[in-house]
């Protein structure tokens, strides 16, 4: 079958553009690093990649809320340290106020030290997040938790809630991120309290025989919500740690969809080039020669 000019002419003209196209194509990959630049370019490894997006977003979620709860409950251990240390200096000024060598001027001295304490112990029950919210509020983190009760007793009184602040932190795993401690806090104001009365009273007796005990208890109440909360914390630093491991798989499964093998990329690029100057000579040929043929006749 016989071939017209014209016929040859844009046969070869679409070959010349297919060839610019596929090296402009291989161009814009090199620049971008990515194979898939559009949807079209590989439908199915498109959709991978959109999958893949969704769950490493979220995965980057459970990381921040990780990492968010950690950051409270390493405040929540920290406050009540300073709230265990507060008891056990107290313990101290009761030890010596319960021996029949101390007098009452010395007991009322320790009183007013005692007194000064509470409100320190309260302050740290009192303590906000990084975001001003009170971390032992339960859900009423805009609410002070604890409060000084003028119509004692009892001497101190919780203003906020028994709610469990319950977040998500993996696919299915959720886990509390916030202290409930007011029968603690309140057991150890408690404590504070008598041991302040009782040495204003010059009670010696009382001092040795109850107070003692009851900021013993209080002090192993708090030491042991305090353990739950190091605990937890390391809940949390887990859960974070795998949230950017999967976080990581789902970047690199994205990459396998949509990133250019670089090198693999220069050689088909190189290849390009080539057969794109191959058809753009072979093109200028046969259109030298077709303008020939007409100056002919």
Do not use: C, W
């Not at 980057?60 to 968010?68: D, R, S």
């Not at 949230?243 to 090198?263: G, H, K, N, P, W």
């Amino acid at each position: 079958m016989r071939i017209s000019t014209a016929q040859q002419y844009m046969s070869l003209l679409h070959q010349t553009q297919e060839a610019q196209s596929r090296m402009v194509e291989l161009q814009l990959r090199l620049a971008s690093g990515k194979r898939l630049v559009h949807p079209s370019d590989d439908p199915l490894a498109a959709v991978g990649v959109l999958v893949f997006r969704a769950a490493r977003s979220l995965a980057e979620q459970h990381q921040k809320t990780a990492e968010a709860a950690q950051a409270n409950l390493r405040m929540a251990e920290s406050a009540l340290g300073d709230m265990g240390e507060i008891l056990k200096r107290a313990n101290e000024m009761v030890v010596r106020g319960a021996t029949a060598t101390t007098d009452a001027e010395a007991r009322a001295v320790m009183a007013r030290q005692i007194r000064t304490m509470q409100d320190r112990f309260i302050s740290h029950a009192n303590s906000p997040d990084f975001h001003g919210n009170y971390l032992f509020a339960g859900f009423e983190v805009q609410t002070k938790p604890f409060a000084k009760n003028t119509a004692a007793p009892p001497p101190l009184v919780y203003q906020g809630d028994g709610g469990k602040q319950v977040v998500e932190v993996g696919p299915g795993l959720l886990l509390q991120s916030n202290m409930l401690v007011d029968e603690a806090v309140i057991a150890a104001y408690e404590a504070l309290e008598d041991a302040a009365v009782r040495l204003e009273a010059n009670d010696a007796s009382g001092l040795s025989g109850v107070t003692l005990t009851l900021i013993k208890d209080a002090s192993a109440q708090l030491l042991a919500i305090r353990g739950d909360a190091g605990a937890r914390t390391i809940q949390f630093e887990e859960a974070a740690a795998a949230a950017l491991r999967r976080y990581d798989q789902f970047t690199e499964q994205i990459s396998v969809r949509e990133d250019a093998d670089m090198t693999e990329t220069i050689v088909q690029l190189q290849q390009a080039q080539i057969a794109y100057q191959a058809a753009l000579m072979a093109f200028q040929g046969a259109t030298g020669l077709s303008l020939l043929n007409f100056l002919r006749g």
